[in-house]
């Protein structure tokens, strides 16, 4: 059995892969450029690991590494070779960065706190923690009421490792939305970080009275328990606490089949714990949702700058990524507004056709006519742009 | 060229008025690109501008779908009810300028 101190919840949560990873990796090539933004110079890398036969981007922020992530090659560049497909992830990443970068200027004059909210979440997903926090910090000025970003800005914090702030504000952002459960499991895991077990075990407990179906908080409550059976062995409640909220999560989880063999060792228990943890951490949507986000400010205050190959090349990253076992609510919401926005290309083409060539006799009555009907519903589109809700 | 493209055009519109289920997207887009090979004339440019404005009719209803795929996994998603009563809302609206359309 593992004693307290290798069991530290920091193994366990240990799922995220970090770029010092592909250091030591094959890499069989790769492609980077260097881009100045403000104080900073940024060097965007994208490699070829042959080993794992993967394509990352890698963000270095004045030769330091903050982040890197595993690229998705869509279907329709599958067929080319890989110094192409390097070539095009680049230019890809670079124009996702510096619209990310000119965007904070604008947001920071008029965007909503749910903007800012959104650019906050590209910036954290992309290693960047000081630009994340001054838009999540925006947002809650806003907005203190957007729970989500209580959420957000508390991981950032826990990235610079300064818990204690990620604990005050969950607290405050808990007061402030008791109801809402996933704020609740978050303090509860912060509470488990800082060694607050009582706490940590009331906010499961209560994230649990308000989402009865709440996996993450299953497996959060397996944890505490096999921690608590790891200091006290004397108490063998706490290892049947364990396999009843694992069996819960089991339960939750499709993919899983719950062993058909009694399960009653800790070894076993927290070995079925890990997987499922890590099975959590491989679902997470984070990634593309930060990169909708994006895309969808960059509609409302970036739109010159999009190519409609940009958007072709989004849409399609995404509805693959549905079709890849993510096939989320929210995804898929996600993907009706993409193919909205995605229109306004085509109507801007239209439109633009129709004002600006010159028509024979024959056409032109009837060129009159449709940029007529062209305007009228570009006025009604645009009325009904601020209300998609994503 | 020309004359093939007026079909296409036909057919799209055609479509978007009919109460189809399903998108045939490989059809639609071949016609679309067909349509932007036309020669640059300004029949061709017609043409083009005309498809350019139809496709929107296909983006928006697989915008629909998709809110509607999202509700079938979560009926309780707001967000994704709100977004398909907007569209559903002015899906009359659409319709009707696509009508409108002439060539």
């Not at chain 1, 100045?36 to 963000?59: C, F, H, P, R, W």
């Not at chain 1, 595993?70 to 680049?90: A, C, M, P, R, T």
Request: hydrophobic share 35%; aromatic share 12%; with cysteine.
């Amino acid at each position: 059995m593992f004693n307290q101190e290798e069991m530290s919840s920091f193994d366990f949560w240990d799922s995220v892969q970090t770029g010092e990873e592909h250091y030591s990796s094959t890499v069989e090539a790769k492609v980077k450029e260097q881009i100045k933004l403000g104080e900073n110079t940024y060097e965007v890398e994208v490699v070829y690991d042959s080993a794992e036969k993967q394509i990352y981007s890698l963000l270095y922020r004045n030769n330091h590494l903050v982040s890197s992530q595993y690229v998705h090659i869509v279907s329709s560049e599958k067929d080319f070779g890989l110094n192409y497909q390097l070539q095009q992830i680049l230019k890809r990443e670079k124009e996702n960065l510096t619209a990310s970068w000119n965007l904070i200027g604008v947001i920071n004059q008029k965007g909503s706190a749910s903007e800012h909210n959104s650019l906050g979440l590209f910036f954290l997903d992309k290693g960047l923690d000081n630009e994340a926090a001054e838009q999540f910090e925006n947002a809650l000025k806003k907005s203190p009421l957007l729970s989500d970003t209580y959420k957000s800005l508390s991981s950032v914090y826990l990235r610079k490792g300064v818990p204690h702030k990620a604990l005050e504000l969950l607290e405050a952002g808990v007061k402030l939305n008791p109801t809402f459960a996933d704020l609740r499991n978050a303090l509860g895991w912060v509470y488990l970080e800082c060694q607050k077990r009582k706490e940590a075990l009331e906010q499961f407990t209560m994230a649990l009275e308000l989402n009865k179906n709440y996996a993450e908080v299953f497996l959060n409550l397996t944890l505490w328990y096999l921690q608590e059976s790891a200091n006290h062995p004397e108490n063998s409640q706490a290892l049947t606490q364990a396999i009843k909220y694992l069996k819960k999560a089991l339960s939750l989880n499709p993919e899983f089949s719950l062993p058909q063999e009694k399960i009653n060792e800790w070894e076993e228990i927290s070995k079925l714990y890990l997987i499922l943890k890590n099975r959590v951490a491989q679902k997470d949507t984070s990634h593309i949702k930060s990169v909708c986000e994006l895309f969808f400010l960059r509609f409302s205050y970036d739109q010159g700058n999009i190519s409609q190959a940009s958007w072709q090349y989004f849409l399609m990253g995404l509805n693959e990524k549905i079709g890849s076992g993510f096939d989320f609510p929210d995804l898929r919401n996600y993907l009706g507004i993409g193919y909205w926005y995605y229109s306004f290309f085509f109507l801007e083409k239209s439109h633009a056709i129709l004002r600006s060539v010159k028509f024979g006799k024959k056409l032109k009555n009837l060129a009159t006519l449709n940029l007529e009907v062209v305007d009228t519903l570009n006025k009604q589109l645009e009325k009904l742009q601020p209300r998609w809700e994503r | 060229m020309i004359g093939r493209n007026w079909e296409i055009l036909e057919n799209l519109k055609r479509d978007l008025n009919s109460n189809k289920l399903s998108i045939n997207w490989d059809y639609i887009l071949e016609g679309l690109e067909e349509l932007e090979k036309s020669e640059d004339t300004p029949e061709g440019e017609f043409q083009k501008a005309c498809g350019y404005f139809l496709i929107c009719g296909y983006y928006w209803q697989e915008a629909e779908r998709q809110f509607q795929k999202a509700l079938k996994k979560n009926p309780q998603l707001r967000k994704a009810q709100n977004n398909l009563k907007n569209i559903q809302e002015h899906k009359s609206a659409f319709k009707h300028s696509f009508q409108q359309i002439e060539f």
